[in-house]
């Protein structure tokens, strides 16, 4: 008897319903994955910019801290200057890695004066629950701090929303 092999519908099916049940396993935490490495780039992110702040804040005493974000970063090739420090990376002075919104801003102090004598930086997710759940922000004291996001956040715009946030562990 020549009968030919192969498999039944049956066993193919099975197959792929035993495929289908160990991706509805995977996935969620794959994307849970994802955005706890979003939020670590972020977190990091954060603290290269205060340490950025820093750094410009001794290189241009004259204004003090960035005035923004862009100030820090520049195009390649960079010629460092008070608009263009070429501290941060280019991806990072664009307001934008890898699924957050990044911003800071400096401080003008309490005489005025035109020097900028403390800083505010943050982040927030692009898409709340996509890209990350938590905003990170960092003030010229050095400490991270994050927040339960929610959707529709921005960075943290000014020091007493950043205090605010509890600090990051």
Not at 42 to 57: H, N
Request: aromatic letters at 6%.
């Amino acid at each position: 008897m020549n009968r030919n092999r192969g498999f039944s519908l049956i066993e193919l099916l099975i197959v792929v319903a035993i495929i289908l049940i160990i991706a509805a396993i995977a996935i969620p935490s794959l994307l849970r994955a994802r955005i706890a490495a979003n939020e670590a780039s972020a977190a990091s992110s954060v603290r290269g910019i205060a340490t950025a702040e820093f750094a410009y804040s001794t290189s241009y005493p004259t204004v003090g801290y960035a005035p923004s974000l862009a100030e820090l970063g520049g195009a390649a090739p960079c010629a460092p200057s008070s608009t263009t420090a070429c501290i941060v990376d280019n991806v990072v002075s664009t307001g934008l890695k890898s699924g957050y919104q990044l911003a800071a801003k400096g401080v003008a102090g309490a005489g005025g004066g035109g020097v900028n004598a403390a800083f505010v930086a943050g982040s927030a997710p692009q898409t709340y629950n996509v890209t990350g759940l938590r905003d990170f922000c960092i003030i010229t004291d050095g400490v991270l701090r994050s927040d339960p996001g929610a959707a529709g956040d921005v960075p943290a715009a000014d020091i007493p929303t950043c205090l605010a946030y509890p600090v990051s562990q």
